[in-house]
């Protein structure tokens, strides 16, 4: 059964740096499908950044050249490296996977991965 922990997140001031993780056990990382979304109360979980097992990424235009999602096989682990931060970042992150195979277009959708986290949470301030 794949378990993902993400690292506890913070606070930054707009135009900061953040990296948050996910510990991922109970299967490898090089094998799966994994995504970071962001949720704010009262909408829905936006997709934010995923990754292909074979390493191929995809952004959602909000963060793109700002954020970058990479993995570490070694350490089984998720990143989500955030730069230039916006106040409109602030929210409750959270890591999925997915072990089934994803097209590129579906790593931003929430109801494509049946594997989270429990949520990390991220507050930019201006």
């Known amino acids: 059964q794949v378990q993902l922990v993400e690292s506890e997140g913070g606070s930054v001031q707009a135009g900061g740096s953040l990296r948050v993780s996910c510990n991922i056990t109970?299967?490898?990382?090089?094998?799966?499908?994994l995504g970071w979304f962001r949720q704010v109360p009262g909408a829905q979980r936006e997709g934010v950044a995923g990754?292909?097992?074979?390493?191929?990424?995809r952004y959602a235009d909000s963060v793109k050249g700002r954020f970058t999602i990479s993995k570490d096989y070694t350490m089984n682990t998720l990143y989500l490296q955030m730069n230039s931060l916006k106040p409109e970042d602030t929210a409750m992150y959270y890591c999925?996977?997915?072990?089934?195979?994803?097209?590129?277009?579906?790593?931003?959708?929430?109801?494509?991965?049946?594997?989270w986290g429990q949520g990390t949470q991220v507050t930019v301030s201006s």
């Open positions: 999925a996977a997915e072990m089934g195979f994803l097209e590129e277009w579906e790593l931003l959708r929430a109801d494509m991965f049946r594997e």
């Open positions: 109970g299967y490898s990382a090089q094998k799966l499908c």
């Open positions: 990754i292909e097992s074979d390493g191929s990424t």
